[in-house]
């Protein structure tokens, strides 16, 4: 009922950049927050960056400062522009979207960033 197009993932050297997009269409009620997660080999998926419909805005630690995440309401699509990308970044992310209290899961890129 509901999809997740992404989009943006792909190779870079470190200190390049990359912006993702995810697109959500189908059976679409208000929107509480989308945002992107990642999960590198051998770990667990962790939040990267989130934004609620209301416009607060979470970021992992690790990606402040670097990371930037924005949001078309109308177009139902979240961004995440990635800056200064490090090797430590290179996982597969996951878009997300929550959604009357519920989770819906994009399939995942890879973000790939070499020394």
């Known amino acids: 009922q509901v999809q997740l197009a992404e989009s943006g993932g792909g190779s870079v050297q470190a200190g390049g950049s990359l912006r993702l997009s995810c697109a959500a269409s189908?059976?679409?009620?208000?929107?509480?927050?989308m945002g992107w997660y990642r999960q590198a080999p051998g770990l667990q998926r962790a939040l990267v960056a989130s934004?609620?419909?209301?416009?607060?805005?979470k970021y992992d630690d690790s990606v402040k400062g670097r990371f930037t995440i924005s949001r078309d309401n109308a177009k139902n699509t979240v961004y995440l522009q990635m800056n200064s990308l490090k090797a430590e970044d290179t996982a597969v992310y996951s878009c997300?979207?929550?959604?009357?209290?519920?989770?819906?899961w994009g399939p995942g890129t890879q973000v790939a960033v070499s020394s």
């Open positions: 997300n979207l929550y959604m009357i209290s519920k989770n819906y």
């Open positions: 934004m609620t419909t209301g416009g607060t805005i």
């Open positions: 189908g059976s679409i009620f208000p929107i509480n927050s």
